[in-house]
């Protein structure tokens, strides 16, 4: 007997990642893209932009332990889905009142932040909500869904904002995240309390503290591969996130929707 992939709890998982994968993508991407057109100033843009990353590298990491110890839909999905939208709106408020830069600075590390968080509780969920034969292909269609959202995003991104500018994309995106995370109240997702006798964040460090003596004795080439890929995106980042918006729109005096394009075809090289 075969069993279907797309069951209704799966299925939500899946409409939930696109609506806010999809909108961090394009929030991430007129955002910044904004501040450059109001600022004018690339040494401005790339702080800002460096600033931003931080909180994911850092809670990609936290992210992944907090999918094994914590209640993935309600605390994770439906509350960081929920709280982006909060942000969105609250951003659209102070935009104008409060000083631009620590404005922007805020609330992309926030954005960056959940989307390092949310990203690893969704792929942790995967193995609840299908059959084992069908594990491969659900990770598939997660990941094809974050892979879309970085090639498609920006482009719709670039779209949106030479159409209507950054106040109704920030409108519309606060009604999908909203939307979402009331979608992802209805999904069931087995979640099994694990006991603690510690406060959360000696949990933490004892599981990342357990991660890193495991790949240092049993994956110790793992180290060699970070450290090469890193290297190579000490280069290749600062040129592909920074150095490229400004070469479309200021050197080359490009529409925002060409950027977008540009965006895009550097996601599908990718």
Same mark, same amino acid.
């Given at each position: 007997?075969?069993?279907?992939?797309?069951?209704?709890?799966?299925?939500?998982?899946?409409?939930?990642?696109?609506?806010?994968?999809?909108?961090?993508?394009?929030?991430?991407?007129?955002?910044?893209?904004?501040?450059?057109?109001?600022?004018?100033?690339?040494?401005?843009?790339?702080?800002?932009?460096?600033?931003?990353? %931080?909180?994911?590298?850092?809670?990609?990491?936290?992210?992944?332990?907090?999918?094994?110890?914590?209640?993935?839909?309600?605390?994770?999905?439906?509350?960081?889905?929920?709280?982006?939208?909060?942000?969105?709106?609250?951003?659209?408020?102070?935009?104008?009142?409060?000083?631009?830069?620590?404005?922007?600075?805020?609330?992309?590390?926030?954005?960056?932040?959940?989307?390092?968080?949310?990203?690893?509780?969704?792929?942790?969920?995967?193995?609840?909500?299908?059959?084992?034969?069908?594990?491969?292909?659900?990770?598939?269609?997660?990941?094809?869904?974050?892979?879309?959202?970085?090639?498609?995003?920006?482009?719709?991104?670039?779209?949106?904002?030479?159409?209507?500018?950054?106040?109704?994309?920030?409108?519309?995106?606060?009604?999908?995240?909203?939307?979402? %995370?009331?979608?992802?109240?209805?999904?069931?997702?087995?979640?099994?309390?694990?006991?603690?006798?510690?406060?959360?964040?000696?949990?933490?460090?004892?599981?990342?503290?357990?991660?890193?003596?495991?790949?240092?004795?049993?994956?110790?080439?793992?180290?060699?591969?970070?450290?090469?890929?890193?290297?190579?995106?000490?280069?290749?980042? %600062?040129?592909?996130?920074?150095?490229?918006?400004?070469?479309?729109?200021?050197?080359?005096?490009?529409?925002?929707?060409?950027?977008?394009?540009?965006?895009?075809?550097?996601?599908?090289?990718?």
């Amino acid at each position: 007997m075969q069993t279907k992939l797309f069951r209704r709890d799966f299925t939500l998982v899946v409409i939930g990642q696109i609506i806010s994968l999809f909108g961090n993508a394009i929030l991430r991407f007129a955002l910044p893209l904004y501040l450059l057109r109001e600022t004018g100033s690339s040494t401005l843009f790339g702080v800002v932009t460096a600033c931003s990353f %931080a909180p994911m590298v850092i809670l990609s990491m936290v992210g992944g332990v907090l999918a094994d110890r914590v209640n993935k839909r309600d605390i994770i999905m439906v509350g960081l889905d929920f709280s982006t939208a909060a942000i969105i709106m609250l951003f659209y408020f102070s935009l104008g009142k409060i000083p631009t830069v620590p404005l922007f600075i805020v609330v992309l590390m926030l954005l960056y932040g959940i989307s390092g968080t949310y990203q690893p509780s969704v792929q942790a969920s995967v193995p609840l909500l299908v059959a084992k034969e069908k594990l491969m292909a659900g990770n598939a269609v997660i990941n094809q869904v974050n892979t879309l959202s970085g090639l498609l995003g920006p482009v719709i991104g670039g779209v949106m904002f030479t159409l209507w500018g950054i106040y109704p994309i920030l409108l519309l995106s606060a009604v999908c995240f909203t939307f979402s %995370a009331i979608m992802e109240i209805f999904i069931h997702i087995p979640h099994e309390k694990r006991p603690r006798e510690v406060g959360v964040f000696r949990v933490v460090g004892k599981d990342l503290k357990e991660s890193y003596q495991f790949v240092k004795t049993e994956k110790p080439i793992f180290f060699s591969v970070v450290f090469l890929v890193s290297i190579f995106n000490l280069v290749l980042s %600062a040129v592909m996130i920074v150095g490229t918006p400004i070469l479309i729109t200021q050197v080359l005096g490009m529409s925002d929707t060409m950027y977008g394009f540009t965006q895009g075809a550097l996601a599908l090289g990718g």
